[in-house]
């Protein structure tokens, strides 16, 4: 069955599984929903617990024979199966189907994958999986949830902190969830329970955050200058390749001017956005990014983008002088702001 994360809780209060699937990317949320698998399972007798990696050597009949061996005391165990690429192979899959179908109910088995893609996520054995087991899809905490997660994660430690305070640890610490946890746990560390101060947050909280490249494109379709400043410089900081970051901002220039092209020739949006695909929560920032563009401002974006290019290639160009991610916040800064 599937289950959300904030009912695990609740669940493990009532019963124990035998089979527990947990499929995330947010490493912190996986790492700590494991965690109170294994609590509850050690509270119901299940003191020993294997572990079984998946790498390239590992032999599928490891897991056959984890699941059938008796415990060294005879005891009910954990048996943990990790598979790092989400990749288990033609025969991994039949594997996983196979250990599905005939659980050991003296034991309990929690599997840990990384989110998985759209065409793994159809694939025989995860079907077998979500069917048998406990199945736990944690999804990224994206910044528009991370002010919330971060006002929940206080609470649960007994302090509160104004939007401005909890606004400030979002901007340091996004893309890095790890660092937010270990950030909020120091807050509880050097401040009493109660409201904290925004001078307190401010002092105490570092700068830790992640940019992701790809991300960069929703502080430019949402409008948010601000947001869109803070992460050029972070990417830039930390190294990133300069051309990746233009790749994936001209790329995104390029699908708003064929969406606006489209409707400017009576096109239906609906049938461009998934000409283009355009879906989920990148057609939320998409439409409103359109409304506000003219087609003129798209068609200059792009050619900006190309002449950006030729300055990251050591090509002399008459449009831009000076650094080439200068230009390409200048760039940035146009789209968000119409």
């Known amino acids: 069955m599937q289950l959300r994360l904030d009912a695990l809780d609740a669940h493990l209060a009532k019963s124990l599984g035998p089979l527990y699937v947990i499929t995330s990317d947010e490493h912190l949320l996986a790492l700590e929903a494991a965690d109170k698998i294994r609590k509850a399972a050690r509270a119901q007798g299940l003191s020993e617990r294997e572990v079984l990696v998946v790498e ?133 560390l050097l401040h009493p329970e109660g409201k904290l101060s925004f001078e307190q947050v401010q002092d105490a909280v570092l700068n830790v955050a992640r940019y992701d490249v790809f991300k960069l494109n929703e502080a430019m379709l949402s409008g948010d200058a601000t947001r869109l400043v803070r992460m050029i410089e972070g990417l830039k900081g930390e190294g990133e390749a300069l051309p990746l970051v233009l790749w994936a901002m001209a790329e995104e220039i390029r699908t708003l001017l064929k969406i606006k092209a489209g409707t400017a020739q009576g096109k239906a949006i609906g049938m461009l956005f998934k000409e283009n695909r355009v879906w989920g929560q990148r057609e939320r920032l998409v439409e409103p990014a359109l409304r506000r563009l003219k087609l003129s401002t798209l068609q200059g974006a792009l050619q900006e983008a190309a002449q950006i290019d030729k300055m990251v290639k050591g090509l002399r160009t008459k449009a831009f002088a000076g650094d080439a991610w200068d230009a390409l916040l200048q760039l940035g800064l146009k789209v968000a702001r119409g």
């Open 56 to 188: 390239r050597s590992f032999k599928w009949g490891e897991l056959l024979a984890a699941n059938q061996s008796q415990s060294l005391f005879g005891e009910r165990k954990l048996i943990e199966l990790r598979i790092p690429t989400g990749k288990p192979g033609k025969d991994g899959g039949q594997a996983l189907q196979n250990y599905a179908a005939s659980l050991n109910p003296d034991n309990v088995t929690l599997i840990a994958l990384p989110k998985l893609d759209w065409q793994t996520q159809k694939s025989a054995w995860v079907a077998a999986l979500q069917q048998a087991a406990v199945y736990i899809d944690i999804p990224l905490v994206e910044r528009p949830q991370l002010p919330a997660w971060i006002g929940a994660r206080l609470a649960a430690q007994g302090q509160s902190a104004d939007r401005q305070s909890i606004d400030f640890i979002a901007d340091r610490v996004e893309g890095n969830l790890l660092a937010a946890h270990q950030e909020i746990q120091k807050l509880a």
